[in-house]
């Protein structure tokens, strides 16, 4: 096994850095003495400018809800939080191919869109406190914002600030159909040759006094809901760093 000088070197910086010794009744005992929060802020995410897709986004979840932050491709000045769940899913009949059968299926977008232009933005992955941060100016004020999703709930939260006139911007959700997302890719080429694709039906919003949502049945029977709640509360006292 090879092993260099410099691994070695730098192991024992490592370790150096790492751990400390004491002595209990004349026995050696090893402890981390690590700062965990600014060791792991090193490593953070950080953007100067909105990530400009789904793969290049700010992402943040608990292993079954999630969402994943990047400019929308439709509207203006708008910061899309793309919804997702590992347990949404279609389960059609074995005969359908594994991809337009048992699939993950799209759910919709949470939309933070500005009342004015805008001219700068910055965003963090915040790893020890498991969050997005981002602030957002334009020529009518700031947006500053936080996002996470709770361990152990099954919601996305996502906190908003403003300045000037963005106390005007607007949070909506636009459901989206629960396509195959290998149908909604392939769809600009024609599909798949010799197959064709049934869709699930249409879903169907509503408003039930100050939460809004939408449903979605699927073939199968089976349906998924998701719903969007606001609640008002005083700023902050504190704005944190980005």
């Known amino acids: 096994m090879y092993f260099s000088f410099r691994k070695i070197r730098f192991l024992t910086f490592l370790l150096s850095h790492l751990c400390f ?8 005992e ?3 003495r690590v700062n965990w929060p600014s060791y792991l802020a090193k490593h953070d995410l950080t953007w100067n400018k909105i990530p400009k897709d789904y793969f290049e986004g700010a ?7 999630g969402t994943i932050v990047f400019q929308d491709d439709s509207l203006a000045n ?13 389960h059609r009949s074995l005969e359908t191919p594994v991809a337009y059968g ?25 790893l020890w406190n498991a969050e997005i941060r981002g602030q957002i100016k334009t020529d009518l004020g700031s947006l500053t ?12 939260v996502l906190e908003v600030n403003a300045t000037g006139a963005e106390h005007g911007a607007t949070i909506t959700f636009r459901p989206q159909v629960a396509d195959s997302p290998r149908f909604i890719f392939k769809k600009p080429i024609g599909g798949d040759k010799g197959f064709t694709y049934v ?15 939408a449903t979605q049945t699927l073939l199968m029977g089976d349906d998924y809901a998701t719903a969007l ?9 504190h704005v944190p760093s980005y």
Request: charged share 25%.
């Open 21 to 28: 010794f004491e002595t209990v009744h004349g026995k050696p």
């Open 30 to 32: 090893v402890g981390l």
């Open 59 to 65: 992402f943040v979840g608990n292993g079954i809800l």
């Open 78 to 90: 708008t910061l899309r939080f793309e919804i997702g769940r590992t347990d949404v899913y279609d």
């Open 102 to 126: 048992r699939e993950r299926l799209p759910i919709g977008q949470l939309l933070l869109t500005s009342k004015g232009k805008i001219l700068s933005s910055q965003l963090r992955n915040d």
């Open 145 to 156: 914002f936080r996002c996470f999703v709770p361990s152990a709930h099954e919601l996305i």
């Open 199 to 213: 869709h699930n039906p249409p879903f169907e919003t509503f408003k039930k006094g100050k939460i809004q949502g």
């Open 229 to 237: 709640g606001r609640k008002k509360n005083q700023p902050p006292e």
